[in-house]
């Protein structure tokens, strides 16, 4: 299972997330190779932190997002 999703101010993309279920099955505490990575419209570059994450797949698809984003934000 992959979920992802973009990051826009008004009409501007400023940045995407991504994950990728690589352990668990629905029901269960799985395990995602996630992806986050933030631009910077000035100068057109940015950053991406790659990481793993557990997360328990019948919290549902909104928790895993929050989870992603907020995760980011602390590496």
């Known amino acids: 299972m992959a979920l992802q999703g973009t990051i826009y101010i008004n009409k ?5 997330w991504s994950a ?5 099955e629905p029901g269960e505490v799985c395990t995602y190779k996630c992806e986050v990575g933030m631009f910077s419209s000035e100068h057109y570059s940015g950053s991406k932190k ?7 797949y019948d ?10 984003l907020s995760k980011a934000e602390e590496l």
Do not use: C, K, P, W
């Open 50 to 56: 790659e990481f793993m994450l557990d997360h328990h």
């Open 12 to 16: 501007t993309m400023i940045g995407y």
């Open 20 to 24: 990728q279920r690589v352990v668990g």
């Open 59 to 68: 919290n549902g698809a909104a928790s895993l997002a929050s989870h992603i």
